[in-house]
């Protein structure tokens, strides 16, 4: 009997791919056409076929020449989707999934020239990535492992605000920074207007020396103004008692996770303003049923340490490269 084999094939419109997602397990806001389109690269979007069956999907960012998988500092997690296989032994699934991955990573470099993403935390095994051209000395994957921090909102309790698992779990500075700015009256305001956070991002970015790229805040603007409309994303303001606006956060989110994207202060702070600012934005997908908040990265210290001190559980992704 003929053995079919796996194939890539190009998607053919974001319709198909669309309609593809909703049999997904592992899909993502990243994965979306409403999101891949506001990511300011081209993009490509691929089916894993067996025979004529789609099995799996692949998206990535690429080169304006569409011959390189490029980073995109906008697209946090890229790579391959599987189809719902909740339905398959546990025994078959896996290696239904490892044989497709094995594909992918046999076959990427025959389509690009360079290869450049980060995988869903989703994925656990790119054993086929450490195992291409093995034993040779050909050229091989580079897998960098990465992390990021997810806080488990369901351990929030509504009814006793500074009783409950979620706030006992947080580090101490954490909790005082809570209870300092309820006592300097702070305020939450949502906002539809992206130029203060723009504003206030661009001035951080100057005063650590980066170079601010004006294409970067272009992109940032569209992502923020259109996830908005597509009620996939919220800009919140943080404010003091007089209402003076001390910083921005902007979140995005899925029917899954909320991500956090971009956050940014002003030059007037108070210490307990961005530690407000998360709390009360687990509060706010604890009341909107979004079980998870996705920190999006703890991979530089201060980063880290800040992300990490709210009690969230460290979890781990892979950046693939060749």
Known sequence: MHKEKFSFSKVKSNSDWNYFLNGVTNKSLFSSCDYLNLIGDKYHT??????????AGFYCSVSDDEKKIIENNFLIYSGFVF???????????NHQKFQIIEFIANSLPEIYDKINFSCSPDIIDVRPFQWFNYNSNRKKYEIDIRYTSYINVNNYDSSNEFNNTLFNNMDTVRRYSVREGIKDKFSILESDNSNKILEFYEKTLLNQGVDTQKRKLVIMENIITNLIALNKGKLFEIRDSLNKLLYCVFYAWDENKAYYLFGAGGEETKSWQTTIATWEIIKYFYSNK?????????????????????????????????
């Open 83 to 93: 189809k719902n296989f909740n339905q398959t032994k546990d025994a078959k699934k």
């Open 46 to 55: 691929w089916f894993i076929k067996k025979g004529e069956e789609i099995k």
């Open 290 to 322: 979004i079980p998870i908040i996705d920190l999006e990265g703890v991979n530089s210290p201060k980063r880290g340490w800040f992300k990490l001190s709210f009690g969230g559980k460290l979890i781990p992704y892979y950046r693939i490269s060749i």
